[in-house]
């Protein structure tokens, strides 16, 4: 039975600006994700507050906010089996320092704020982000 899934996937500004697009693409593509939409954009940061809600109460919510708006990010739509979770898995932990081997974060994340890539949690979830970016 296939279990086709979509999620979404955000390159983040630390990455955008280091020119990292295309090697993070090619992660993806790698791994077999279909990139089904993509664009290039920079939010306001009132955008990233409702992006990032569910955080709201949290001590780093502020200054996510700000960064997430610092600067041009690529949303894209991943698509394949299970990609919610073969999104996580290739992404890696939340903190770059405790990502494994051969994941986009141990690569690429600088530091647990500028870790590079964003990806949905759970199916439901990715289908309230793909809406957020993609709902025309
Ligand atoms: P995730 O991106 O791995 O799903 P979440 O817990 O959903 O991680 O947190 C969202 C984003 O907030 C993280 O990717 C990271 O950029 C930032 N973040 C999470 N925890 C911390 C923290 O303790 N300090 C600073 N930033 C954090
Ligand atoms: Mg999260």
Same mark, same amino acid.
């Given at each position: 039975?296939?279990?086709? !899934?979509?999620?979404?996937? %955000?390159? =983040?500004?630390? @990455?955008?600006?280091?020119?990292?697009?295309? /090697?993070? +693409?090619?992660?993806?593509?790698?791994?077999?994700?279909?990139?089904?939409? !993509?664009?290039?954009?920079? %939010?306001? =940061?009132?955008? @990233?507050?409702?992006?990032?809600?569910?955080? /709201?109460? +949290?001590?780093?919510?502020?200054?996510?906010?700000?960064?997430?708006?610092?600067?041009?990010?690529?949303?894209?739509?991943?698509?394949?089996?299970?990609?919610?979770?073969?999104?996580? /898995?290739?992404?890696?932990?939340?903190?770059?320092?405790?990502?494994?081997?051969?994941?986009?974060?141990?690569?690429?994340?600088?530091?647990?704020?500028?870790?590079?890539?964003?990806?949905?949690?759970?199916?439901?979830?990715?289908?309230?982000?793909?809406?957020?970016?993609?709902?025309?």
């Amino acid at each position: 039975m296939s279990n086709t !899934e979509q999620t979404l996937s %955000i390159i =983040k500004p630390d @990455a955008v600006e280091r020119n990292l697009e295309n /090697e993070i +693409k090619e992660m993806f593509k790698n791994k077999g994700f279909v990139i089904v939409k !993509e664009k290039k954009i920079q %939010i306001e =940061k009132s955008e @990233a507050e409702k992006f990032y809600k569910v955080h /709201e109460t +949290k001590p780093f919510y502020n200054d996510l906010c700000t960064y997430l708006s610092s600067g041009p990010i690529v949303v894209m739509i991943l698509e394949k089996e299970s990609a919610v979770l073969g999104n996580r /898995e290739l992404m890696g932990a939340t903190n770059p320092t405790d990502a494994e081997e051969g994941t986009i974060r141990k690569k690429y994340g600088i530091s647990i704020d500028k870790n590079s890539v964003h990806g949905s949690d759970s199916v439901d979830n990715a289908k309230i982000e793909i809406d957020f970016f993609f709902k025309d």
